[in-house]
């Protein structure tokens, strides 16, 4: 026990190091603890640790998050990627059922904030494990939730519906197989009765709590009931069980009577009332049926839509409410898309949507400009990155959308009118009433856009008589054109107005002729200057989308861009580049991604027009690159980031001056990556640095100068092992590899054993993986390509004997095509004499028996289709290492 209570104390000293600010006290804990992962008893360490009340808070989380990963990582046995090695470690089988019989009680009892990581380690137990694995896991679950009539303690129920909730919701995307549904039978059989029992006594307890107002025991009952109704989902979300089919009266009936539910004493709650959360999961889960199970559903089709319909025009617009806003608009809205549209036939029914649903949702809130104005990276992403589908406004917009599709006249004269009533109150007072004309435009972009895609914008209207271009033109063109005479100042409804006009360019891309908006581009750049992020975010995202547009074509012709290089003349040219490299200066801008990604856009169109200005654009980059490698916050700035100073290297790094002052400028930025082991750049900067030595290789202007000595200088670093042993780096690091071979071949193999060899090291560790081994051959066929055989051929032998070892312990199809791929590549550079001889050096009489087994195999013969081909050659003797410099 003491042994016990030294080694807990030592692990909670080291989860709480590993939360430490010093990166060095922090990196030798997470060693410690990645160590002791793939050490027997150390899950149930975590686990007692977790559970111990004398732990510190910290500590007791942090154990959590390392059981969690030690579950992720070793739970389930794989195979290893190397050939030969051993098996990675796996948590073994007696352990196992250690963990499985203390997992549910500790998700009962432990922190909040555990709880939560402990929850996804059991999703990926339960889903390796349940049920073969896992038998008594059901069992427990329905001992632990208590019997009918019985006093229950509710609380505990929450815990064992949150666990049950985690384990069942795997169900939601799996794909249909045999094994699932069998799965799926044994959960159903083992708690879908308990289930319906458990969830109609929490109503009846719901309804006693509520008459004798007692609010804590409501709020707990509601979380039960929510927790049910999440269960409910999961189960039902392949098709309908038998079992929720013959007790779909029951379920219908609590439903019904939930979503009726009101206690105004849960109204002032802080997170928002628990019984909008039961009501928006209903919402949900008669979603489902009426998506997956129409016919079943059907007779209670009439109650629901009542149901919701007055759910909808009593709630009002308080955040809180939002998810139970949007869920009640999706289930209208899948009703509008079925064979019961006709439930919202007529003209005063879909009067009253628009007035009592649509409108109100549509309109810009004060959260709304809240977030417009304080937010701007939330306001973006859940607008313009298409991630606002449980918004009030996204949902809205679909009704209209599926109602226009089964009434267009209909909605068209009834929107029409709305949309006119907007616009005259905009008028009256431009603005006071800016938030009318915002509704008025989502409503036109909601009623035009029969089908669109992220790459494309809008592919197909509505024909209701309403012109994109007319639009445009009377009520998108002058806000754009007053951007262009303020240089983007003015109001917060100013601003949105602005970001809306230019949300409608981006989605009517397509339609709006190139005629139509290129007088227009120099306002869209005006914007840029907006101090508000969302609008100049708009402008940049308008102006990359813009400029990706093709020109539609016919069948069988090539598209080709709408805009080019000639369209972007001065002064144009001059205030896009000055503008996009302002919105990098304003607050909170410093890493906008759609700015960086309009700015490779530009560098694309101009292709070499953009050579006057690309030594002072690295500049500019260069000192990004600075500063986000000290402070990485924005990958998706960061990756944009990178591809700009590919974009501005392949377009206008062609001669040696250019080049040396790219090379000025990144090679600082460079160094700091590779020497600081800033991992999640370093794969960028070799792809980089291949790209400029490639360049060197190719460009007419540089292909004859010597490889300068810095690139040299770090050619031997590159074969570290650690840089290998990081998947991601191998694509980018092989690629690098290839250009040193190809532009400087002599240099490689002249007067340095050791660079060879270390290539080759690499080889051997690449050939070795099932994963990677198609790298090792990319390596190898530079070789033949670039190097001069007599650089090499010493070392052919060795090459092979690893090759044919691999061949024989571990053959696949790939492999098989990367070593015919070399072997025929080496035969006409070097001769067919060449490979034998090497060949032979390994095993006499083995070239004929390669040549008859594995090219034989490879080709196809005559009449189509691949050849059987005899066995593999026998195994050759074991190879030698190829190189110290990287062992697998």
Not at 358 to 365: A, Y
Not at 613 to 634: D, Y
Request: net charge negative; with cysteine.
């Amino acid at each position: 026990m003491g042994d016990e209570a030294s080694q807990l104390a030592q692990l909670a000293q080291c989860l709480s190091a590993s939360l430490s600010p010093d990166a060095a006290t922090r990196q030798n804990a997470e060693q410690f603890l990645a160590s002791g992962a793939q050490q027997a008893g150390f899950s149930i360490l975590l686990l007692k640790l977790v559970s111990s009340d004398g732990a510190d808070a910290p500590a007791r989380v942090a154990g959590a998050v390392a059981f969690k990963n030690l579950v992720k990582k070793h739970w389930t046995q794989v195979e290893p990627d190397v050939v030969g090695a051993p098996a990675p470690y796996c948590v073994g089988d007696a352990e196992k059922d250690q963990v499985r019989n203390l997992l549910v009680g500790l998700m009962l009892d432990a922190p909040k904030l555990a709880k939560a990581q402990l929850g996804e380690a059991l999703s990926i137990v339960s889903a390796a494990d349940f049920p073969e694995k896992w038998p008594g896991l059901l069992p427990e679950l329905n001992t632990r939730l208590g019997v009918p009539g019985s006093t229950r303690d509710w609380s505990t129920v929450a815990g064992v519906l949150t666990t049950a909730n985690t384990i069942f919701k795997k169900y939601r995307q799996a794909y249909k197989s045999e094994a699932l549904y069998k799965e799926l039978k044994y959960a159903l059989d083992g708690f879908a009765k308990p289930l319906l029992a458990l969830t109609l006594e929490a109503v009846d307890a719901l309804t006693q709590a509520t008459s004798n107002n007692d609010t804590p025991a409501c709020v707990s009952l509601l979380k039960c009931i929510r927790l049910v109704c999440r269960i409910f989902f999961s189960l039902n979300s392949q098709e309908l069980p038998e079992v929720f089919e013959d007790d779909m009266d029951k379920w219908m009936g609590a439903f019904h009577g939930l979503l009726a539910y009101e206690n105004v004493a849960l109204d002032g709650l802080n997170d928002g009332s628990p019984s909008d959360a039961v009501k928006a999961a209903i919402c949900d889960n008669v979603n489902l049926y009426i998506e997956k199970n129409e016919e079943e559903f059907q007779r209670f089709l009439n109650t629901f839509v009542q149901d919701v319909w007055v759910l909808l025009t009593k709630t009002g617009l308080e955040s809180t409410k939002d998810h139970l806003v949007t869920s009640g608009i999706k289930f209208l809205t899948a009703v509008a898309n079925s064979v019961h549209h006709s439930l919202f036939a007529g003209g005063d029914t879909l009067r009253q949507v628009c007035e009592s649903i649509v409108i109100p949702n549509l309109t810009f809130t004060a959260d709304d400009e809240e977030l417009f104005e304080t937010n701007h990276v939330e306001y973006v992403r859940r607008d313009i990155e298409g991630s606002d589908s449980d918004t009030r406004r996204r949902g809205a917009c679909e009704l209209v959308r599926a109602l226009t599709a089964k009434f267009p006249d209909v909605m068209a004269q009834s929107v029409s009118g709305y949309v006119g009533a907007l616009l005259q109150q905009h008028a009256t007072d431009p603005g006071s009433n800016w938030k009318a004309k915002d509704a008025a435009v989502t409503l036109v972009v909601a009623l035009l856009v029969k089908s669109k895609t992220a790459s494309k914008g809008a592919t197909e209207l509505n024909e209701l008589g309403l012109s994109v271009v007319d639009f445009f033109n009377t009520q998108i063109a002058p806000e754009l054109a007053s951007a262009a005479r303020d240089g983007g100042a003015g109001t917060v409804g100013v601003a949105v107005l602005r970001a809306d006009s230019l949300k409608f360019v981006t989605v009517f891309r397509g339609f709006l002729p190139k005629q139509v908006i290129a007088p227009h581009l120099p306002a869209i750049v005006a914007c840029l200057r907006a101090r508000e992020n969302v609008t100049h975010t708009y402008a940049a995202n308008c102006l990359d989308k813009l400029l990706a547009t093709r020109e539609t074509s016919a069948v069988g012709v090539p598209s080709k861009p709408r805009f080019d290089a000639s369209d972007l003349v001065s002064p144009t040219r001059d205030a896009l580049f000055r503008d996009l490299f302002g919105v990098f200066d304003m607050p909170d801008s410093r890493e906008n991604e759609y700015a960086m990604r309009a700015f490779c856009r530009v560098v694309t169109v101009l292709g070499d027009e953009i050579k006057p200005l690309a030594t002072a654009c690295v500049a500019k980059l260069a000192s990004f690159l600075a500063e986000t490698c000290a402070n990485p916050k924005n990958p998706t700035f960061s990756h944009f980031l990178f591809e700009g100073v590919a974009g501005l290297t392949k377009a206008a790094a062609t001669d040696a001056a250019t080049m040396a002052a790219f090379e000025t400028a990144l090679f600082p930025p460079f160094q700091f990556v590779l020497q600081q082991d800033v991992v999640e750049f370093a794969p960028y900067v070799f792809q980089l640095l291949a790209q400029m030595i490639e360049t060197r290789t190719k460009s007419v202007g540089l292909r004859n100068d010597p490889l300068p000595a810095a690139y040299l200088g770090i050619f031997p670093a590159l074969l570290a092992p650690a840089l290998w042993d990081r998947q991601a780096n191998v694509v980018a690091l092989v690629r690098l590899l290839e250009a040193y071979l190809r532009k400087a071949p002599a240099e490689i193999a002249a007067g340095a054993e050791n660079r060879l060899t270390g290539v080759l090291g690499v080889f051997q560790k690449l050939v070795a993986s099932r994963a990677q081994d198609h790298q090792g051959f990319f390596i190898l066929n530079a070789f033949a390509e670039c190097l001069p055989l007599a650089a090499w051929k010493t070392h052919l032998p060795a090459v092979w004997g690893v090759l044919f070892s691999r061949l024989q312990t571990s053959k696949t199809p790939k492999f098989t095509k990367c070593l015919v791929v070399f072997t025929c590549l080496l035969a006409a550079k070097h001769g067919p004499a060449c490979v034998e001889e090497t060949m032979a050096a390994v095993q006499p009489g083995i070239f004929e028996m390669i040549v008859k087994s594995v090219l034989t195999e490879a080709a196809p013969p005559p009449g189509g289709g691949g050849g059987g081909g005899p066995p593999a050659p026998p195994p050759p003797p074991p190879p030698r290492p190829l190189g110290p410099r990287v062992q697998g």
